[in-house]
């Protein structure tokens, strides 16, 4: 059963417009999120995070916003680049971080058209 | 170097065929992962390390074997695959084996494993 959910695999936005990237997650003990992108041909790199205690959390171009009644947190890019193309993948954390890793969603290709 | 440094970078080998994934950090990390990519799949945690012992074994079958002889080398040692284990191998590592700690997981480029 996963318990981090992305149900896009893929997302096509004009350049300059505003990309949206969606992630569900069933585990309420979560309290720890991460965006990753991902090019072919390279391991993911970690991109912006959130903690629960926050709804929103920006980084230049960048913006997560995370609903915790609702289980979900979206990645904004604004406005959108080609280099943006890539693999996100959404990911998540227990309580304190903990030495068990991160558990992944199944990551949404996002295309960005010239 | 720098970062988080896989070797090689892709394999094909047969199910009777014995060999092992490197990974090496430079990143003065103490916790070091092993994640599979298969396609169409989450990325899935194989193994954790901790202090160069090993803290969690997501239940990955015994053809698997992980070596860690300091914080700085993670080695994955494989031996009679089956196909289905054809996937991108990615270490990882991580400060205090914590999420969210400063830097988080920093990953290598993978080995894509092909087994034939």
């Given at each position: 059963d996963q318990q981090v959910k992305q149900n896009s695999p893929s997302l096509s936005v004009q350049e300059g417009r505003i990309s949206i990237l969606n992630c569900d997650y069933t585990n309420s003990m979560f309290d720890y999120f991460l965006w990753y992108k991902k090019y072919p041909a390279e391991g993911p790199t970690f991109l912006i995070s959130i903690s629960s205690i926050k709804d929103k959390n920006e980084d230049g171009r960048f913006t997560v916003f995370l609903n915790k009644s609702a289980k979900h947190l979206s990645l904004h890019i604004v406005p959108s680049q080609p280099g943006d193309s890539a693999v996100y993948f959404c990911a998540a954390s227990g309580p304190g971080g903990g030495a068990d890793g991160l558990t992944f969603g199944k990551g949404t290709h996002l295309i960005i058209q010239p | 170097e720098t970062g988080v440094t896989q070797t090689p970078r892709h394999l094909v080998m047969g199910m009777t065929n014995k060999k092992s994934l490197k990974c090496e950090q430079h990143l003065g990390h103490n916790a070091m992962y092993w994640y599979k990519q298969s396609a169409k799949k989450p990325l899935e945690l194989m193994f954790v390390y901790s202090l160069e012992e090993r803290v969690e074994n997501n239940s990955v079958p015994s053809r698997f074997s992980?070596?860690?002889?300091?914080?700085?080398?993670?080695?994955?040692?494989?031996?009679?695959?089956?196909?289905?284990?054809?996937?991108?191998?990615l270490c990882a590592s991580s400060q205090d084996g914590r999420a969210n700690s400063i830097g988080t997981l920093h990953f290598g480029n993978g080995t894509r494993l092909t087994v034939t």
């Open positions: - | 992980p070596e860690c002889p300091n914080s700085s080398h993670l080695f994955l040692h494989l031996h009679t695959l089956q196909p289905e284990d054809s996937a991108l191998y």
